[in-house]
């Protein structure tokens, strides 16, 4: 039991190394309310401030060099549904709710750390610092 438990972790540990000690720190960082998850008005606030960060030309909109690479290749249909290849802040929101959704694996409304560590996870997170 023990010796599987560690199996699994050092598993966890072997694929992700940079992801596990990054969620856990973002975690920290973006948690406001110190419960030790992630709410979705927890990630949305952060990647509200991302955005503004990003928008250096302050037009209101993210191109795809602005967000380097915080957006997939294979997200960027879903995120730019006018097709106009930028990001309004209001599309990438709704970017990062999807992800949200999709990294919350147990459904509870909040991203744990757990969550946090899974390429999902990590998506939200790179929406969001
Ligand atoms: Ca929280
Ligand atoms: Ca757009
Ligand atoms: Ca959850």
Known sequence: MLKKF???AA???ALSPAGAASAASALKALDTDND???DLA????????VFERLDKDKDGTLDRKELQG???KKDWATADPDKDGTLTSDEYLAEVETAFHR????????L????LRTPDGQAVLRLAR
């Open 6 to 8: 560690a199996l699994a």
């Open 11 to 13: 598993l966890v540990v």
């Open 36 to 38: 030790g998850t992630l």
């Open 42 to 49: 927890e990630v949305k606030a952060a990647a509200g401030k």
């Open 70 to 72: 915080r957006v997939s």
């Open 103 to 110: 990294a919350d694996a147990d459904g509870d409304g909040t």
């Open 112 to 115: 744990d750390a757990k969550e």
